[in-house]
């Protein structure tokens, strides 16, 4: 599984373990709705600040979301 693709699965799944909608998470984060969704699908490829701020809300480090 590439980079993208696990980044995206690990906060779509933290995500919905806080139960927040992606608008929710998106507004928590600090970035627009379809970048969440584009993350989650694997369709972009965030930078090391987006994935900061990523992580921010899920309360996780940011490395978590690589693992």
Known sequence: MDICTRLGKNVRRLREAKGWSQEDY?????????????????????????????AGPLGVRTGELLD
């Open 26 to 54: 998106a507004d928590r984060a600090g970035i627009h709705r379809t970048y969440v969704s584009d993350i989650e699908r694997g369709r972009r490829n965030p930078t090391v600040t987006v994935v900061e701020k990523l």
